[in-house]
């Protein structure tokens, strides 16, 4: 046997598969997490970081194997059929391990903690196992094909795999509903891969055994992947068969039927039940904005205005209305669940349906209204707080008539208001106010929010004798109810409870909103989560600054004295692009959504094109560090990292202030684009590192771990404090610049050491 | 070459001071708006050890045990009980809460439930901090799963001043509510002794979770009660809010005989407590204990707190769980927090004529006079002037 070496297609068609397989399982996982974690996505960072680290184990895990099984192309089989198993087992536990781990009860929520062990336990063993694959590729490649660099091309067609599955889920996998269904497809590709492959690299017969199985999970693919996605849904959602169950572009939609009653609900949250919704709230919130408007005549209403709002909004004489959703693909679905009657009237000709993201359309519009409104949306994502931020309420005002109205509302309390509702609202009317010069609140569950340019008279009488001349019918707004709402003390004691907090703008890249809502979600599970947020919203930002520049000066002073020891800075700076790295991969990710929110569907291309950036600039950098000294290049990929971070802040601003000109498909190919360079400098820089590792220092294997390790703990703990408290409570310039501030530091380290020959 | 490394140098400083000076600008600190919309700001402020408790017993080294509620919880010196609002500071027991309201506001009494008590009239409600129970799905959760100290919000607003407020602003009855007002106890027993010599009307919404001897004691007091009966289960009661649901019933009979007008709340959680036997046995056990009369409110549950992706209770589930407490007897059933629907309003069981026209809080007409259905004549219990 094995006379002429076999083809090398097959072997790089399977190590492509197994880089596709990591990446469609990463994205499957992460979008369940996503809905567990009802839609924040402050969860992808933990997902990621977390993926990261179990990554890198595996793969030292299977190093170690690579070096002590000798029948590598067995474990290499192994492993590949144990990580196609274990995926949707992984999946099927995914979404209700919460429940069984932590006992909750049905539809109970959970704060970042239990999230956090979740993910770390249902990760564990696909990612141990597909980390673990790396290394024993990339003998098999050595094995298999007479290429001059095994690990080299092993990392390229693994990347390749990433890439492509990054781009097959984008265009087509993301949009399926069930995701065993795409995890059964893939597997079948891959089985047949292998067995095929199998058959052609090592001419068993027994190869072929795989190709019969996937031939056979072909035959009983459809059932399996319904059966497992119903009875993993069944027990997710506490014995009940979601009637619908999609992923649209924007998130998750799922609708369960009790009798005639459907729940809808979005990344695992319900949000309205009909035919019995939250009415009060609809007639308070419609009838007041638009009572106390003299005479609507044409409106907006973006977001969270569904069927039952929009019903009471219709009572009201308009010439027209332009209703857009946050996620437009609601719209369509939620009419096949309402009920004819309610079907019927809001086919209502005034009535005019976009199925456009509400910000992108204000961006673009040329339309003026004289009544813009929110529906019932708070800003707990960063998909829902570009709606309120100050560069959404200027769109809104640019938008608006001088003397229109723009309306929403906030989750608010007829009791008591905890801090975190008390800077929500308070960051909230701030922001409002910076643009609008009135701005009124009437308090309670809901507060509702009133803005406009010219003053606005909130008055009980008023607003009744606008809805009697409109003949609007509303059994809620009666006298007494107008006096409990509009009750100045409770206005009062609103005010009161407000003051002295919200001292922050809520701005696209400072999502204070953002952060104060999921504050209070998080509270509501954890009162000392919770404290301990509040200790690091005390630590003054200069401080942070301060600490970070004297210990690096120390630092610098340190490395620079111990000359003999030049290479000691290494690990730092590797560690810190470790960082870079995570962060980098997060930042496109949380800008993405800032602006457009449908990162739900886009992530799998983003990470794709970054992870390949990476490849790519390894590619780059490999050939060069052999040449002659690399000093200057490191230098050179020091200098780029630092200035790409003020690239990053320029584009996002860019991106967010300039909407309204740059078309939809050129700010996605610079998303890409942006993932891509940022992906080439990150890796461009780990080979270089290395190689001036090795060449100057006495090189043990155990120091050379150090550098992988610091590498590889900078990328955990830096994707887990950008996702959970520099990006959401900083900002993004806030948290560029303390990594601006680190790599100088790097950077000037790099600059003291001395070029080689000078020694 | 050499001169590579010096630009770079150049470049980069240049670069960073860049990034410092525009990241700087950009991130907008708020200036003065708040000011312009402020008014008066209650205190925060620790109140201190002001108001011994009382109902406890000095134990050995400093212990004590309260025994204000069915918990009797013994406390340690410089710990508090499991309500978070008593406090034994050198064995002697500390009420955190008295005359410290964290709440105070003006609602309908519709909003209680109390629907069979001075319809379309006002409230004045009290609450502070703390809960003896742990429900996962309190609607107030922000007031009753926290001390005073993590709220750190309150009004300073002792006994003779509540009642002024209501004197003021012309109430005809004082609430206590929002939190549970067992673990302010002797704040609420002043209040409503206070109240009760100038004529105020005292209502109290509570688990009923006391023990007997401090709630016949403050009964003296009482006009109203609006008790929540979380369901009739042990199990639950036990398992989901360290409850007891025994001490509840035994309470509920102690509320009747006092002689008070009471009306009970059942929160219909779907999947925890929606089992129609146990709503049988529940309505059955009010007919029998507390008499027909009882008003009995099913009560929609809409996610909150920690059940944040429970859907709400099915309409359907509360119409057949009206059904079976109308087939086991009961008179006075009603359908809360499903604001419009007909069973918000109450019904004479006589002739089936609406009584009381009600929207969510809202009471448009009554159809009572002096205490009789003006259509039939029905004498319909409750206190209606
Ligand atoms: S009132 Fe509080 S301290 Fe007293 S027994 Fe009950 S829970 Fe314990
Ligand atoms: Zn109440
Ligand atoms: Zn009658």
């Not at chain 1, 391990?97 to 932590?102: H, S, T």
């Not at chain 1, 039952?308 to 669940?337: K, V």
């Not at chain 2, 708020?30 to 134990?59: M, N, V």
């Not at chain 2, 009979?253 to 929606?274: F, H, Q």
């Amino acid at each position: 046997m094995g006379i002429k070496p076999p083809p090398s297609l097959p072997i790089k068609l399977l190590i492509c598969l197994v880089g596709t397989g990591g990446m469609i399982g990463q994205l499957l996982l992460l979008r369940e997490f996503f809905i567990l974690g009802t839609g924040n996505e402050l969860v992808i960072g933990i997902v990621l970081s977390n993926w990261l680290l179990l990554e890198a184990v595996g793969s030292l895990g299977g190093g170690f194997l690579g070096k002590h099984v000798r029948r590598t192309w067995f474990l290499f089989v192994l492993l590949y059929v144990a990580y196609l198993l274990i995926l949707p087992i992984a999946l099927f536990f995914s979404r209700d391990i919460i429940i069984r781990l932590f006992q909750v009860l049905p539809g109970e929520g959970v704060g970042y903690f239990p999230l956090f062990i979740a993910t770390c336990l249902i990760l564990l063993i696909p990612v141990l196992l597909h980390g673990a694959h790396f290394p024993i590729s990339a003998q098999i490649m050595k094995r298999f094909t007479p290429l001059h660099n095994p690990e080299g091309s092993a990392y390229f067609y693994e990347t390749l795999g990433t890439l492509l599955a990054g781009i097959l889920f984008t265009f087509v996998l993301a949009r399926w509903d069930n995701i065993f269904t795409v995890c059964l497809v893939i597997a079948i590709f891959q089985l047949v891969i292998l067995g095929v492959g199998g058959y052609f690299l090592t001419s068993r017969r027994s190869m072929l055994l795989f190709g019969a199985a996937a031939l056979l999970l072909a035959g009983y693919a459809v059932p399996l992947a319904n059966y497992l996605h119903e009875t993993s849904l069944i027990r997710q959602w506490y014995g009940k068969v979601p009637v619908h169950y999609s992923h649209s572009y924007h998130g998750n939609i799922m609708v369960l039927e009790e009798g005639k009653e459907h729940h809808f609900y979005y990344d695992g949250r319900p949000f309205l039940s009909v035919p019995y919704p939250e009415i009060d709230a609809i007639h308070d919130f419609v009838h007041f904005t638009l009572g106390t408007h003299p005479q609507p005549e044409k409106g907006l209403i973006m977001g969270g205005a569904h069927g039952p709002f929009m019903r009471e909004m219709l009572q009201h004489p308009w010439h027209s209305i332009i209703y857009t959703e946050i996620d437009p693909a609601l719209i369509r679905i939620m009419d096949d669940y309402f009920p004819p009657s309610l079907y019927e009237e809001l086919q209502d000709p005034r009535l005019e349906r976009v199925y456009k993201d509400g910000r992108l359309y204000l961006a673009r519009t040329d339309e003026q209204f004289d009544y813009i409104a929110l529906g019932f949306i708070e800003p707990d994502t960063l998909q829902t707080n570009r709606y309120f931020t100050h560069d959404f309420f200027q769109l809104v005002k640019n938008r608006l008539d001088e003397d229109g109205l723009f309306a929403f509302s906030l989750p608010g309390s007829y009791q008591y208001l905890p801090p975190a509702l008390r800077e929500l609202n308070a960051t909230i009317h701030a922001t409002l106010h910076e643009v609008f010069p009135h701005v009124k609140v009437i308090p309670g569950e809901l507060n509702i929010f009133f803005a406009s340019e010219k003053d606005i008279t909130l008055c009980a009488d008023n607003i009744a004798s606008h809805l009697e001349d409109r003949q609007v019918e509303s059994d809620f707004i009666h006298p007494s109810h107008l006096q409990f709402r509009l009750s100045p003390s409770r206005k009062q004691w609103f005010y009161s409870m407000i003051r002295g907090y919200g001292e922050t703008l809520n701005r696209d890249f400072l999502p204070r909103g953002f952060y104060h809502a999921s504050q209070h979600w998080q509270q509501q599970f954890s009162p000392t989560a919770g404290r301990i947020q509040q200790r690091i919203e005390q630590v003054p930002f200069l401080a942070i600054l301060g600490v970070l520049a004297g210990g690096g000066l120390l630092w610098l002073w340190g490395t620079s004295s111990m000359q003999k020891k030049k290479q000691a800075h290494l690990p730092v700076i590797i560690g810190t692009t470790g960082i870079l790295g995570m962060v980098f991969d997060l930042v496109v990710i949380f800008i993405f959504q800032c602006l457009y929110g449908y990162v739900y569907h886009m992530i799998g291309l983003l990470m794709g094109v970054f992870m390949f950036g990476a490849f790519a600039g390894s590619r780059w950098s490999i050939p060069k560090s052999k040449d002659y000294n690399i000093l200057p290049l490191l230098r050179k990929t020091e200098g780029a990292l630092l200035i790409s971070l003020l690239f990053i802040y320029l584009l996002a601003h860019i991106f967010s202030q300039f909407m309204e000109v740059i078309p939809p498909f050129l700010s996605i190919v610079s998303f890409i684009a942006l993932s891509f360079c940022l992906g080439f400098l990150i890796g461009a820089q780990f080979p270089l590192a290395t190689r001036l590792f090795r060449e100057r220092g006495r090189h043990s294997s155990q120091t050379a771990g150090v550098l992988y390790a610091s590498d590889l703990f900078g990328g955990w703990a830096g994707g887990l404090a950008f996702s959970l408290v520099f990006f959401p409570f900083y900002g993004l310039g806030r948290t560029l610049l303390i990594l601006a501030l680190i790599k100088s530091i790097t950077f000037i380290s790099l600059l003291l050491t001395q070029t080689r020959g000078k020694t | 070459m050499e001169n590579i490394p010096k630009k770079l140098i150049i470049i980069c400083l240049i670069m960073t001071v860049a990034v410092v000076t525009i990241m700087n600008f950009s991130v907008g600190d708020r200036d003065d708006h708040i000011s312009a919309i402020t008014r008066a700001t209650p205190t925060a402020d620790d109140p201190g050890l002001t108001k011994e408790a009382r109902f406890y017993e000095a134990l050995d080294d400093n212990y004590v045990q309260c025994q204000l509620c069915f918990r009797e919880c013994e406390i340690a010196d410089g710990q508090k009980g499991f309500c978070g609002s008593r406090k034994n500071e050198e064995g002697v027991l500390y009420s955190l809460v008295y005359g410290v309201p964290s709440a105070v506001h003006i609602d309908p009494i519709e909003k209680e439930p109390q629907h069979h008590f001075l319809p379309g009239t006002q409230i004045l409600c009290l609450g502070t901090a703390g809960c003896n129970f742990r429900w996962k799905f309190c609607h107030n959760w922000h007031l009753s799963q926290r001390t005073l100290e993590e709220i750190g919000y309150f009004h300073d607003l002792p006994p003779e001043e509540v009642i002024e407020i209501a004197k003021a602003r012309n109430v005809p009855s004082i609430s206590f509510t929002y939190n549970e007002p067992t673990v302010f106890y002797e704040y609420m027993y002043d209040v409503a002794e206070a109240a009760q010599k100038e004529d105020i009307n005292v209502v109290f919404h509570s688990n009923a979770s006391m023990n007997p001897e401090p709630l016949r004691k403050l009964m003296e007091h009482v006009d109203s009660v609006t008790i929540d009966l979380k369901g009739f289960n042990q199990h639950y009661y036990r398992s989901i809010s360290q409850g007891d649901l025994n001490v509840v019933l035994e309470n509920l009979k102690i509320i009747r005989e006092s002689g008070a007008w009471l009306e009970v709340v059942n929160l219909v959680v779907p999947t925890l407590n929606d089992d129609p036997e146990e709503i049988r046995q529940m309505a059955r056990w009010i007919k029998e204990n507390l008499g027909a009369h009882t008003p009995l409110h099913f009560s929609r549950f809409s996610p909150s707190y920690q059940l944040t992706s429970l859907s709400p209770t099915p309409v359907d589930t509360l119409e057949k769980a009206r059904d079976i407490a109308l087939e086991e007897g009961l008179l006075f059933i009603s359908i809360g927090n499903v604001p419009g629907h007909t069973h918000n309003s109450t019904f004479c069981p006589e002739c089936n004529e609406m009584l009381i026209d009600r929207h969510h809080f809202t009471v448009r007409a009554v159809n009572i006079e002096n205490g009789s259905c003006t259509s039939c004549g029905y004498d319909v219990p409750g206190v209606w002037e």
